[in-house]
């Protein structure tokens, strides 16, 4: 029996060779992008064909919008796996149950179409298989769900209505080769056009055009198919196609995107496109671009909408450029599969590196041991060399794709080697990308996902474990070294992205890498009751799937920046500055005193597009500032300046009024395509020393008496309860502060179960750290205040805290100094040590003076900024796609929460507050405290599944830590770097507490 179309491994049937992809033509285009008729059968063979014929009135079927998914449209579900494929491994064969979409448009050709040449039926992308007719008459089927299929229609291509049927099938042969970690969406996703091809129009064409850095010339050739003339008149060029041409050109670069405008006519057809001249080249170990190292701040991108899906529009594609870009992202890897063509065309634009990948991934024989991987079978051969096809013909002329990948995460095989074999001939002027073969056969780069730092550092120095193989060892170690994926931004994090950085600074052979991933993939839903969230795996009754897995992105599915984008941003800056005072025998307040050093860490722009500014702050508020000149510097230089002399009484004279904070910008010196004048690209920072003395003197000298009142105890404007747990501040009624060591787990502390080490989250569980009890021992009144003695531990160890609270009082403050001995062997990090105590909920207005204005841990501070910060309770928080801990500042010297009543605020705005209502005021003493406060306790948090599940109550909760365990990255990566753990080990912190100035 010969196979079911859909089951079977060859690619297609009918369909045409595969070409560029060019969006301006004169050639008639007919885009039939609209709603079409639409009918789900469980089944492939459930539904009979008789709708493909011409008169069969699909009136009373459902409708789907085309490009889209049925499965987002209300017909059928989502699902989500990430390595597991979702129906038994059985390849080619799929099961029965394969919803199967039958799609009908009516069309009317225009009356000017044209009459001569021939008309191409196209489909930019279409999962997972099809079969087409036109009026009746089959055209083909094909599979390969994200690349290109044309069909030839002249002749069944009729004048007035037509009829164009298409059948889609959710699974096919096709499937085995897709098995990407994302939600398997069926449909007609991309466009579907009509191109006229008149006669003598372009068939293909290919743009060699490349770019010698030691003559500054350019080379031009365009090869196409019939023969026809380029011009590029920015450059006077008038050539005959096949004619190579030099001259000196700008050349292109992701830093510096210039491209020309050139025209190609052959006797049928103008096209026309871009040019930009550049040259890629493995030299001496390296990847070169143009003669010179580059180094890849890139993303994964996967492409998303949170309400379509794949089916990505221009407006969507162009947002995420344009955030790639204002967030000092230069490269993308187009993981794991080719994007809409469009996108290739933004990324020549704006400027972006290119890795475009093929679509082709067959992780889940993985869980076989690879047996019947298809890429180590011959059979699959021809599928894997179609899908490397379609895929260099449709974006070879892309300045901006400046690597091919072959596919993600297929093990090994000869299908891959028959796969690089046709593309280097083919394409031999870009290097191969593949990562899962650890001898890298058919690779140019050392590509290696997740490694640690340690590791890094190793294969930076070119040190790394040998390969049993010596001749592919010695190949290997020749290698320029990638990361194509690593700090796996999911949820909370990733943490040590500043130390990946400074290994790709510090090893020429580390060129970087690509943080996983660029977005969310949560579905946008609403609850019943109309609130809207985002869904994951297994919100849709999958029988298998992989939970918020699909959630690890550094954008939200709304595109929002995460916190991990904004620290990304700040790590990848392309300019690093650096503010120190110069402390000449300890007198400050000259302006000598402040020393910039600035360093250019582009590969190929000078610094002409920004400006410098400086800003004093004392005390948090503006006290002077003003541009700065920066000598010129080329890529790699530094120079140090000193700010100008008028600083210092900008400043208001020497620093005897509060700490000076000194802060130096470099921004756009002009609106660019991807943000405006002013958008900061890099700053520095003066480091803030902490002072010696941050809370007011008045409450550490002298002390009024503790004493008993009945069932409470009064300490100045302080009521406590008979366990010395504090109740009241003078008119403000309080919930504790107690020792708090628990933090909801984030998704990097809950790791992934395939991590061999030990993961926080479960540890932690283990021991019941998320269920501590206090028990007091000892509760002292006396004239020097109150002495709490407590013991904080869980059921079932030995472990414990011993936690002593020391709480004095003077002119109406309250300070508590608490002492911590961890008691029993604690070998593992705690989540956080520090106190949490509930104010009323009315109290949701918040200022602060430390590190903002976003959230920030141990191992994700490089882009929390020193200042005077105002937000709201609300506005603190971080909405993760599943709920988890989120929203500390750091670094925090004093902090108020007041109420809120009748303010609305923003996150971190750096208004200062307007006086109003009761509130709270903690200080700390000598370190600074890490501050979260929120309208659910950190068990709710926990308990959540989506950000529905929050609900506000009558309590603000305030978290005011004295140390955090780090994030790290061990949802798929390493953990927690040793210097951002927090060991459990003898502490001291003290903070002072009082009602704020009205
Ligand atoms: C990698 C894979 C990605 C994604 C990531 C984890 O192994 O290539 O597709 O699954 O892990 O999110």
Redesign the pocket.
Known sequence: MSPEYYEDISPSTGTLAPRAWYAASDAKRLPLNETWDFRLSPTAVGSGTEFTEDGYDSSDWDKTVVPGHWVLQGHGAPAYT??RYPFPVDPPRVPDENPTGDHRCLFDLPADWPGGGETLLRFDGVESCARVWLNGRELGTFQGSRLPHEFRVTGVLRPGRNVLAVRVHQWSAGSYLED??MWWLPGVFRDVALHHRPEGAVDDYTVHSSYDHTSGEGTLRVDCRPRGRVTVPELGIDAATGENVVLPVEPWTAETPRLYDARLATPGETVHFRIGFRTVRIEDGQLKVNGKRVLFRGV?RHEFHPEHGRAVDEATMRLDVQLMKRHNINAVRT??APPHPAFLDLCDEYGLWVVDECDL?T?GFGELDWEGNPVDDERWTAALLDRAERMVERDKNHPSVVVWSLG??CGSGAGLGAMSRWIRERDPSRPLHYENDPECPDSDLYSR??ATHDEVELIGQRKEPPLEDAAADARRRALPFVLC?YA?A?GNGPGGLSEYQRLFETYERCQGGFV??WIDHGLLRRTDDGRAYFAYGGDFGEEVHDGN?VC?GLLFPDRTPSPGLTEFAKVIEPVRIEVARAEPGGTSGTASDVIVRVRNLHDFAGLGHLDFEWSCQVRGERAGGGPLAVPPLGPGESATVTLPVDAVSAAGGPSGRGEILWTVRAVLAQDTSWAGQGHTVAWGQSAVSPPAAIASSAARTGTEPARHAGETITLGSAVFDTAGVLTRLGPLALTGPRLDVWRAPTDNDEGAPWQPEARSATTWREYGLHRMRHRTDCVEAGPEGLLVRTRVAPAATGLGLRTTYRWSSSAGKVRLAVTVEPEGAWDFPLPRLGLRLGVPAALGDVTWYGGGPGEAYPDTRAASMTGLWHSTVDGMQTPYVRPQENGARPDVQWAELRDSSGRSGGSGTPDPPLPHGPGLRVEAEADPFWLTARRWTSEELDAAEHTTDLVAGETVWVNLDHAQHGIGSQS?GPGVLPQHRLTAAPAEFTLVFGIPDA
């Open positions: 990430n390595v990407q970690d994964n993981s794991h991934e992780h993600n995460e996902m997740y994926e796996h999911m996983w991933e897995f690890d798929c």
